[in-house]
Nanobody
């Protein structure tokens, strides 16, 4: 029910935009989030956005490591979640996953029931 895309290889300082198309219960009236997992590391929170009636609204949350560089947004009309990633660093290299829904704790991966398949982001130095 979640399909992520947009990953790729980019040089340090570059940008990528990830997309996550959701269907059914994974998207409807729910907060959504992005996580990432680097080789040998645990999956970690990246960003999340709450549900909002306005098609582009929602409260946003970010990990300290990406704050000011990444921006999460959603388009309810398209059932799509986005992650705009700017000023990318080699340490951003990971598989990025979209997930839904969260209810109270957007940074807690245990809150989420549905996960996308992941999209690889590689940042070269």
């Amino acid at each position: 029910q979640l399909q992520a895309s947009g990953g790729g290889l980019v040089q340090a300082g570059g940008s990528l935009r990830l997309s996550c198309v959701a269907s059914g219960r994974a998207f409807s009236s729910n907060g959504m989030g992005w996580f990432r997992q680097a080789p040998g590391k645990e999956r970690e929170f990246v960003a999340a956005i709450s549900w909002a009636i306005r098609w582009t609204g929602g409260t946003t949350y970010y990990a300290d490591s990406v704050k000011g560089r990444f921006a999460v947004s959603r388009d309810n009309a398209k059932n799509t979640l986005y992650l705009q990633m700017n000023s990318l660093k080699p340490e951003d290299t990971a598989v990025y996953y979209c997930a839904a829904p969260w209810r109270k704790m957007p940074r807690d991966l245990n809150e989420y029931d549905y996960w996308g398949q992941g999209t690889q982001v590689t940042v070269s130095s």
